[in-house]
């Protein structure tokens, strides 16, 4: 039995089918993208996909934000067939279910609409699926040493360094991310280079000290994860 095929035994009928609805044409492009590393990595991504724009449908008097970089790629590669798309959310929702950024502008609606928190949303999410939100909703959980990161930022960064203390900033100046000085060659490595496998962080870290640093970057919004 799948995961879509679990999370179907207690859904409607409709929500079910949503659940099961498969694109491979979305797959590939995940893999060709180097988003995901297989197949069932991108059925996995995919999948929750499907169940974040039904809490949507089901919820359209609360906002529930994206909590995971590797999702919402997969929920906007999967925008990006267009026609398929519109399809899909006219079939299970009845309405084209929009992606906004997260700098977006807010927009007035004619009816409140509820802000959630992570916490919300983790409940809510184990109130319609019967299971808790699943680990790959976290994407520092991902990072291996074989993990490609991403920088999340368009400008260029630059290491701050005083005392003992090294300093990851952007373009603006903004402090991004702060540890102590055995990472300042990682960090500089980091800022210079866009893509990267945990494995060829520099400066003497051992295996478990690249993905510790890694995850938590990843975490903290700073890079992001591919395969």
């Avoid at 979305?26 to 995901?36: A, F, G, R, S, Y």
């Avoid at 279910?97 to 609409?113: C, K």
């Avoid at 100046?173 to 060659?185: H, K, P, T």
């Avoid at 990843?218 to 890079?223: H, R």
Wanted: one cysteine or more; charged letters at 25%; hydrophobic letters at 40%.
């Amino acid at each position: 039995m799948t995961i879509a095929d679990k999370s179907q035994q207690t859904l409607s009928p409709r929500i079910a089918d949503a659940l099961g609805y498969e694109a491979p044409y979305l797959i590939e492009k995940l893999i060709k993208n180097c988003v995901v590393e297989t197949a069932a990595e991108g059925e996995e991504l995919f999948l929750e996909v499907k169940r974040y724009l039904v809490l949507c449908n089901l919820d359209r008097d609360r906002v529930w934000s994206m909590y995971s970089l590797r999702v919402d790629e997969t929920w906007h590669q999967f925008i990006l067939f267009t026609r398929q798309y519109m399809e899909f959310c006219q079939r299970f929702f009845g309405r084209y279910i929009p992606h906004s950024p997260s700098n977006a502008p807010e927009v007035e609606s004619a009816r409140p609409v509820e802000k959630t928190s992570f916490a919300q949303f983790c409940a809510r999410y184990q109130e319609v699926f019967s299971e808790p939100l699943p680990d790959v909703w976290f994407d520092e959980n991902s990072v291996t040493l074989d993990r490609r990161l991403f920088s999340r930022w368009s400008g260029p960064l630059t290491v701050h360094t005083a005392a003992d203390t090294v300093e990851l900033l952007n373009s603006d100046g903004d402090s991004l991310f702060a540890v102590n000085d055995v990472a300042r060659e990682a960090l500089e490595f980091i800022a210079r280079t866009g893509a990267f496998y945990v494995r060829e962080l520099p400066g003497g870290l051992h295996d478990e000290e690249k993905v510790a640093l890694a995850s938590t970057l990843v975490a903290c919004k700073v890079l992001r994860a591919a395969s």
